[in-house]
């Protein structure tokens, strides 16, 4: 059972530098998020996807942009990296049905942007 | 939009010892609670939620209540051991009408739980 596997798991970027997060899921569901957690703040949503094709904004969507062009994949971009953006990020999947709300997440990406 | 509060930051234990981590929210439509625990390394996992309609779930040694009215919640770790050490985190949902929230978690800034042997 894989179930969300993000790759990479770390990476260093230098500012100015472009990257893009993989995370991919193998159980059918509807729902994707993308959070980062940085110490003393828990995790904040950045962007997040309903189905496929379609994408929102999160609470801290500033500095990246995401697509979701297969059902089982979400992709989180990074165009110009910053330090502040240097964090762990996590990717989280879940059922679109109030009575399975199960959030699972990946193992996370720790990005460090010097 | 909503806001969660959680309390305390760190919290140590001994072995067998009890622990609590109470968190606050502010939107009154939430209505769905997870607690989830994060080990060293890895991503967070849902270890129990409560909804609403509940004032109280028991699983084993983990316990969660809910005041609805105050708009507070809580987890209770009876008998701990060194192996529940890890990041707690406490979450709110709101679910409209439609049955819709999109899942779209707000969480607490994390409680990191030490036990003693």
């Known amino acids: 059972n894989a179930g969300v596997t993000q790759t990479p798991k770390f990476r260093v970027l230098k500012t100015g530098q472009s990257m893009t997060l993989l995370c991919a899921q193998d159980m059918n569901h509807e729902y994707m998020y993308w959070y980062r957690q940085d110490p003393g703040m828990g995790l904040r949503l950045i962007h997040y996807?309903?189905?496929?094709?379609?994408?929102a904004k999160g609470e801290v969507p500033d500095g990246y942009n995401v697509s979701r062009l297969k059902k089982q994949n979400f992709l989180l971009g990074l165009e110009s990296a910053a330090p502040s953006q240097t964090s762990v990020y996590f990717c989280?999947?879940?059922?679109?049905?109030?009575?399975?709300?199960?959030?699972?997440f990946g193992q996370g990406t720790r990005l460090t942007v010097v | 939009g909503e806001n969660v509060e959680q309390h305390p930051s760190t919290l140590s234990v001994q072995e067998g010892d009890s622990a609590v981590i109470k968190c606050t929210y502010s939107?009154?439509?939430?209505?769905?609670f997870p607690w989830y625990k994060q080990e060293l390394g890895k991503g967070p996992q849902l270890i129990i939620d409560i909804r609403s309609n509940v004032g109280e779930k028991k699983d084993q040694r983990i316990a969660v209540t809910l005041n609805k009215t105050a708009k507070h919640f809580s987890l209770h770790i009876t008998e701990t051991q060194p192996e529940d050490s890890a990041v707690y985190f406490c979450?709110?949902?709101?679910?409209?009408?439609?049955?819709?929230?999109?899942?779209?978690?707000?969480f607490g800034q994390g409680t990191i739980l030490t036990v003693h042997p």
């Open positions: 939107d009154s439509a939430s209505n769905y």
């Open positions: 979450a709110a949902i709101g679910y409209n009408a439609g049955g819709t929230s999109y899942g779209k978690l707000t």
């Open positions: 996807s309903v189905g496929e094709g379609t994408t």
């Open positions: 989280a999947s879940s059922y679109m049905d109030r009575k399975n709300t199960e959030a699972f």
